[in-house]
T-cell receptor, first 114, second 115 residues
Framework: DAGVTQSPTHLIKTRGQQVTLRCSPKSGHDTVSWYQQALGQGPQFIFQYYEEEERQRGNFPDRFSGHQFPNYSSELNVNALLLGDSALYLC?????????????FGPGTRLTVT | AQSVTQLDSQVPVFEEAPVELRCNYSSSVSVYLFWYVQYPNQGLQLLLKYLSGSTLVKSINGFEAEFNKSQTSFHLRKPSVHISDTAEYFCAVSGLDNAGNMLTFGGGTRLMVKP
């Protein structure tokens, strides 16, 4: 049973560019959440997608956007990259509409903005 | 809204010694509580969770945590650590009023087990 997968593993971008990160949820899961983990800090919630819609959003600017596809996979897009966007981006998947939703995390995508 | 404070950023300990990693939270509603572990260059793995019922929860690899509602704490303990326990540990909470199950994490505690 494949767990949560993310691509790419590492990415280097220049300030001002745009980036797309991808996530495939664990088999049987229908909800995808994205987190940003800056170096030396705990993860921070960006947003969550369920039934192809953004269900909840954390305190991140509109430069951060996402999408969920019919097969439940998801993309995170970041526009106009800033140096401060350098971080590990984690995707987590879960199932259902009744709490608690146990979240399973992928290995992350390490984004470096130069 | 919730917040989580992990009081120690680093905890050095010798192998086979006991350890406690402290976690305090703040919330205006009831919460679910979690401990995640992150090994170098990897994602997060769920270590244990408190949802309801018994306030003492245990993992399969010897860790345990106790939910203390009056002290709003969820400290993680292990009676005897191994070198392989060296990792970053994150405490997280999710409010029961949170339909989306957003997790709020603490800043993490780096457990360093020395031989």
């Amino acid at each position: 049973d494949a767990g949560v997968t993310q691509s790419p593993t590492h990415l280097i971008k220049t300030r001002g560019q745009q980036v797309t990160l991808r996530c495939s949820p664990k088999s049987g899961h229908d909800t995808v959440s994205w987190y940003q983990q800056a170096l030396g800090q705990g993860p921070q919630f960006i947003f969550q997608y369920y039934e192809e819609e953004e269900r909840q959003r954390g305190n991140f600017p509109d430069r951060f956007s996402g999408h969920q596809f019919p097969n439940y996979s998801s993309e995170l897009n970041v526009n106009a990259l800033l140096l401060g966007d350098s971080a590990l981006y984690l995707c987590a998947s879960s199932f259902g509409t009744i709490p608690p939703y146990e979240q399973y995390f992928g290995p992350g995508t390490r984004l470096t903005v130069t | 809204a919730q917040s989580v404070t992990q009081l120690d950023s680093q905890v050095p300990v010798f192998e086979e010694a006991p350890v406690e990693l402290r976690c305090n939270y703040s919330s205006s509603v009831s919460v679910y509580l979690f401990w995640y572990v992150q090994y170098p260059n990897q994602g997060l793995q769920l270590l244990l969770k408190y949802l309801s019922g018994s306030t003492l929860v245990k993992s399969i690899n010897g860790f345990e945590a106790e939910f203390n509602k009056s002290q709003t704490s969820f400290h993680l303990r292990k009676p005897s650590v191994h070198i392989s326990d060296t990792a970053e540990y994150f405490c997280a909470v999710s409010g029961l009023d949170n339909a989306g199950n957003m997790l709020t994490f603490g800043g993490g505690t780096r457990l360093m087990v020395k031989p």
